[in-house]
């Protein structure tokens, strides 16, 4: 998926699955 689509589809998803979206983001940074 383009990033652009994914924000839009996270943002219309429960506050678990952003924190689950987030912290998946955060460990691919630190890689």
Known sequence: FAP???G???TEQSNE???A???V???E???
Do not use: A, D, F, S
């Open 17 to 19: 699955y952003k924190q």
């Open 25 to 27: 983001l955060k460990k």
């Open 4 to 6: 652009e689509i994914q």
């Open 21 to 23: 979206y987030g912290y």
């Open 8 to 10: 839009v589809y996270i």
């Open 29 to 31: 940074y630190k890689m």
